[in-house]
């Protein structure tokens, strides 16, 4: 998916699932936080399997190598929170590691085709020098959702 | 702000009027004859007919109007309060609420129901005879404009009418032969009390106008009562301390001299009675003529070197500075100014005296009240949630980090812990309302039904200042209503049975509400002819809800009313036919957290009491463990805990299983399986089993896997950024900073009836 037409560079925030990269943009970044024990809910959603607090509120926590198609993640002291606020609300995802943000120019993400049905997350891809990082479309996670919430 | 917006406060302000005028109107017909509550009575819908005339809403000013002259003419003691003009006027209220409803949504009324109160107020109004001879309202024959003549000082009785301008000779009257030569001349004579308050001067409006007005609706005599005037150390500068006693002889009726004051009723004590009042006159001349009339100069700096001597001399001095105001009138160009002159020339003495002596404030300040948008109000309340469980948070970290020694660190957690508790009652206390509005609204619903059906109910209210969470109280209605209908429509027998029973035949419904271990208890009791029990038990059959050998005790049978599609009217009449029975009337109360009971005894009528939590911020709940997960169960819907022995559980199917409580068997339904937390169906005997009553009055045993305790949790939604969750109500947020999920009883008792047993067999295998 081709974005915004700007001369703009775009600020990405990159986290690792595995020995894996992937980015979000950062303007749908609300924290990044440390792990904390999250709920589980009952009926094991597939996407949605527990929630955590985020200042009061409660927060559906996404497992992010879930929804990658890289496995169910065992959580752990490891692993980090970022929060996102697309669509459908503030939504946690639970991801192995940040990393440090990134400023690339529209042109280096390119969009992929082709991809399996899990992966549609991700529509694009960034080239880095000899980095591979798979942009992921926060809005189609919470399609994600709400389809696994209907 | 545009006109929609100051529209709606309007709305909201007739609101609050409606309900001053409904308790007002109460309070009447309960005897009360303080003439403060009709005054109350009579702004109410004075300032909806005032607003209404603002935006143009005919129909509503045309009703208030007439409304508010029958009022006036109680106000006035022209027409007594009988129990037919209180009847009417409860009516009328009712009538205005309509209007103002309708004027709100867009929507009309009924024409027929206005005109016919109109004519009975009107009737009212005029029907009845006037007190005072000589005091008609409408003379027949007008004279001439009477002269605008406005005299201050010389004393009536000796005041011989002068000609003005105009050349007009006004009517010469004296006391004795007063009543009677007024009524010849058409003219009525009135005397005028009027006080006016500081708000009065602080909203802009001025005694001098208000008098100047006074006398375009007749010939005056004013005398400016200077007596309540304080020492200067004592006066507000601000504050307003004359009044004036006038005689107005009009050709005019009293309504005319009401509207000069108009705008500035609610400022001012405003007293008209008809005739005259010599004897006031009388003693105020003689007051004026004691007083030194001439301003006696005096030093300001001995104000401020001698304050102890002072306040004794200056009565005297300050009672002079009126001087000039109640000169006033007569002058119209000097007039406007000097009453606001005064308090701002004493002001300068006053800031002196001040720094001495309190000032003394000129009426006791009524308690103040703001309007805050209740998002504002529910923030506050989510972020005292979150310090509360911030705080559990920190106590609990403190513990676990065994800080020894350090009893400052526990000193200050307990103070945080004490301050914490006490902003969350703070700021629930907030929320918290009195059921007053809505026990109001029960009173018309009792007319209404009464007439509907026939029946002569009187409602008692108790405990109106109950106070409640507003949450709690909008919810509260709906039920509420339903229990009343359903008291005068089945309860309450018909003047004719009551009568042959022996008993009154106005029958008397008991609204109370009261607070009871931290949840509010509301009492619905009627004196009515109890329950039929041998018709419930045989509706009950004959519903197939019970077989015909079923043995239940009354309190069982009394109970079955709750049950869903139960109905005892004979022929469903339009109040409480129609399915909507005591079943919805039971859910609405649990899905807020409460219970609702039934006495009943035959022949003497039956008591519904219902039990709230006071909010639906916090809830009362039993934290379990299930499946390693911890859920918290409201405390409302759990009947009783138990240990399941093995020979209590029997097996049925493959995996369904009963559970032995005393004579009944009672589905159990293993909470951890179906949410699904874990595969299979877990050992009952390593749980416990929680005996819960959900909707449809079906009893299930819900196995958990041990109970943590008991406590007190925030309710916080999943919706807002989830969705729901089926089988959760909600979530809390417990000490450990985790989430832990607030059971739905009720979805899980309805997903485990897919296979399970039907209800019905609940009550059928009883006995």
Redesign the interface.
């Known amino acids: 998916m081709n974005t915004t037409p700007s001369d703009m560079s775009r600020d990405l925030v990159v986290f690792d699932i595995g020995d894996r990269e992937f980015a979000i943009d950062n303007s749908a970044v609300c924290d990044i936080r440390d792990w904390a024990p999250a709920t589980t809910l009952p009926h094991r959603p597939r996407h949605i399997q527990s929630v955590i607090t985020v200042d009061g509120a409660v927060v559906p926590l996404v497992d992010m190598s879930l929804q990658l198609g890289l496995g169910r993640a065992d959580p752990c002291q490891r692993h980090t929170i970022i929060l996102v606020r697309p669509a459908s609300g503030l939504t946690a995802l639970l991801v192995d590691e940040v990393n440090r943000p990134i400023a690339v120019e529209p042109a280096r993400i390119q969009p992929v085709a082709g991809l399996a049905p899990e992966k549609t997350l991700i529509s694009s891809m960034v080239t880095l020098e000899d980095r591979m990082i798979c942009f992921v479309e926060l809005n189609a996670l919470s399609g994600n959702v709400e389809s696994e919430a209907a | 702000m545009d006109m929609n917006e100051i529209k709606e406060i309007f709305f909201q302000e007739c609101e609050e009027q409606l309900a001053e005028l409904e308790s007002g109107l109460l309070a009447l017909n309960d005897g009360d004859t303080d003439p403060e509550t009709v005054n109350a009575v009579f702004r109410a819908v004075h300032s909806i007919k005032g607003g209404a005339g603002a935006f143009g809403l005919d129909d509503l000013v045309g009703f208030a109007h007439v409304f508010e002259t029958t009022l006036d003419c109680v106000r006035s003691g022209k027409i007594d309060v009988s129990p037919e003009l209180m009847k009417i006027m409860l009516r009328s209220a009712d009538v205005l609420a309509d209007l103002t409803a309708a004027s709100r949504d867009g929507g009309s009324i009924d024409p027929s129901r206005t005109t016919g109160l109109v004519a009975e107020l009107e009737a009212f109004a005029k029907g009845q005879p006037l007190p005072s001879g000589g005091a008609a309202p409408a003379p027949a024959e007008v004279e001439a404009a009477p002269p605008v003549e406005v005299e201050a000082d010389e004393p009536v009785a000796e005041t011989p009418a002068p000609t003005d301008e105009s050349g007009f000779q006004p009517v010469p009257f004296s006391f004795d032969e007063f009543g009677d030569e007024e009524a010849e001349a058409g003219k009525s004579v009135f005397t005028v009390r009027f006080r006016p308050r500081s708000d009065l001067y602080a909203k802009g409006n001025e005694a001098v106008l208000l008098l100047r007005e006074l006398g375009k609706v007749g010939s005056l005599h004013v005398r400016c009562e200077t007596a309540d005037l304080p020492s200067v150390e004592q006066l507000d500068p601000e504050g307003a301390y004359f009044s004036w006693l006038i005689r107005v002889e009009t050709d005019k009726d009293e309504e005319a001299i009401h509207q000069v004051f108009e705008f500035a009723e609610w400022d001012c004590t405003l007293e008209i009675t008809p005739g005259a009042d010599e004897e006031a006159f009388a003693a105020l001349s003689a007051q004026g003529e004691d007083q030194p009339m001439a301003p006696v100069p005096f030093d300001l700096s001995m104000l401020d070197d001698e304050p102890a001597v002072a306040p004794g001399e200056e009565p005297a001095e300050v009672a002079a500075a009126p001087e000039p105001a109640a000169a006033a009138p007569a002058n119209a160009d000097e007039a406007p100014v000097a009453p606001a002159n005064l308090p701002r020339a004493a002001k300068a003495i006053a800031a002196e005296a001040e720094k001495k002596e309190a000032v003394a404030a000129a009426v006791p300040a009524a308690p103040q009240t703001i309007r805050v948008d209740l998002d504002r109000v529910d923030r506050l309340i ?2 005292v ?2 310090l509360v ?1 911030n705080q559990a948070m920190l106590a609990q970290s403190v513990v676990e980090n065994e800080t020894g020694g350090a009893s400052a660190i526990n000193l200050g957690l307990e103070e945080l812990q004490q301050l914490t508790r006490e902003i969350q009652d703070s700021v629930m206390a907030i929320r918290a309302q009195p059921v007053k509005p809505v026990f109001q609204r029960m009173g018309r619903i009792v007319r209404e039904i009464a007439d509907m059906t026939g029946k002569s109910v009187r409602l008692v209210t108790e405990g109106e200042n109950t106070e409640v969470d507003k949450t709690v109280i909008d919810k509260l209605a709906e039920p509420l209503t339903h229990m009343i209908r359903n008291a005068v429509d089945h309860g309450l027998e018909t003047p004719e049975k009551r009568t042959a029973a022996g008993k009154n035949a106005e029958g008397v419904l008991r609204l109370s509400a009261k607070h009871r271990s931290g949840r509010i208890v509301i009492e619905i009791a009627d004196d009515g002819a109890g329950i039929n029990r041998e018709r419930v038990r045989a509706k009950a059959i004959e519903n197939g809800l019970i077989t015909a050998d079923t043995n239940l005790s009354d309190e069982e049978i009394d109970n079955l009313i709750f049950h869903p599609g139960f109905s005892t009217a004979e022929k469903l009449s339009d109040i409480s036919g129609r399915g909507v029975g005591m079943d919805v009337v039971k859910r609405s109360i649990q899905s807020l957290g409460g219970r609702i009971s039934i006495t009943s005894k035959p022949g003497q009528g039956s008591v519904f009491t219902m039990s709230l939590p006071l909010t639906l911020a916090v809830l009362d709940g039993m934290v379990v463990s299930v499946a390693n ?2 859920l918290v169960v409201p405390l409302t819907a759990i009947v009783e805990t138990l240990q399941p022995e093995k020979a209590d559980i029997h097996s049925f199917g493959s995996s369904q299983r009963l559970i032995a409580i005393r004579d009944t068997f009672c589905p159990l339904v293993d909470v951890g399986h179906i ?3 874990r595969p299979d169906l877990a050992d009952p005997i390593n749980g416990v089993a929680l005996l819960v009553e959900s909707e449809g009055g079906g009893q299930r045993a819900l196995m958990v896997d041990g109970i943590q305790g008991q406590r007190q949790v925030v309710i ?3 919706e ?4 729901n ?4 109500a909600a ?1 809390t ?1 417990l000490g450990d ?5 607030i059971l739905d009883v009720d979805a899980v008792v309805t997903a485990s009836r897919g296979q399970a047993l039907r209800p019905e067999m609940t009550l059928a295998a009883t006995g």
């Open positions: 989510n972020l949630g979150e469980i997960q911890t949410l699904e937390f916080k939604s999943l807002a950024n989830y969705t969750v089926p089988g959760i979530a947020i900073g985790r989430v832990a999920l």
